[in-house]
Structure formats: C-alpha cells, structure tokens
C-alpha cells in the first residue's frame, strides 16, 4: 500500500489550501483514512479522520468548523480542506490509512500501518 499526499504550500493567515492523498494498493477491511501534522519541535498530531466505507468523521478540537474531510472513493483519493488557517496551523502534513480500526482509536498515529511522504503548509500572518 502506497500513500501520496499533495497540495501544501504557503499561504497567507486566513487563506486557504486543500490536501489530497491518494493510496494504491489493497488496504483491506472496513479501514480508515486520516490526516495527523507534526509542526517544528512538536510531536504528531491528529487533525481528521473518516470511514472510507460509512463516510463518518472525526475531527481534533482546533480545527473544527475550518477544517473539513471527505473523500473521493472512485479515485482512492481523500482530502483536506482547510480554511481560514492560521500560523499555528503550519505543520508537515501526513496522511495515514488502516484496516482495522475502532473508532476510539482514529486519534493515535501509533495504530496506523500506512503512511505518506507529508507536504508542507505554511502559514504566514
């Protein structure tokens, strides 16, 4: 199973930008994809998850309402759009996928088998 993340970038505070991963590969049973960060010096964080099967989300606390996660099944790709970011959003962004996930679980990046390469945002005030 490969995961290839894209669209980071610079972007001004307020701004926008929206990530895509898409994975190859059989990744088996009712599994989960997901979006964690990792900003200079900080450990990995989750930021949203969804049910590639039921479509049901999950999302960490200081992106809700600015952040939002979907996917497109036909083209094993799932995104994130992020609106009005802010500087304290900048991060590597990874995106991880599983097959054998309970929900209670979607937050650990340690659960996770599968992960990207990361793409970079930046976000300048």
């Known amino acids: 199973v490969q995961l290839q993340a894209s669209g980071g970038g610079p972007v001004q505070a307020g701004g926008s930008l929206r990530l895509s991963c898409t994975y190859s590969g059989p990744i088996g049973g009712r599994f989960v994809m997901a979006w964690f960060r990792q900003a200079p010096g900080k450990e990995r964080e989750f930021v949203a998850a969804?049910?590639?099967?039921?479509?049901?989300?999950d999302y960490t606390g200081s992106v809700k309402g600015r952040f939002t996660i979907s996917k497109n099944t036909a083209k094993n790709t799932m995104y994130l759009q992020m609106n009005s970011l802010k500087p304290e959003d900048t991060a590597v962004y990874y995106c991880?996928?599983?097959?054998?996930?309970?929900?209670?679980?979607?937050?650990?990046?340690?659960?996770?088998?599968?992960w990207g390469q990361g793409t970079e945002v930046t976000v300048s005030s």
């Open positions: 991880a996928a599983d097959g054998t996930l309970i929900r209670s679980s979607w937050s650990s990046s340690i659960v996770y088998d599968y």
């Open positions: 969804i049910d590639w099967r039921a479509g049901y989300t």
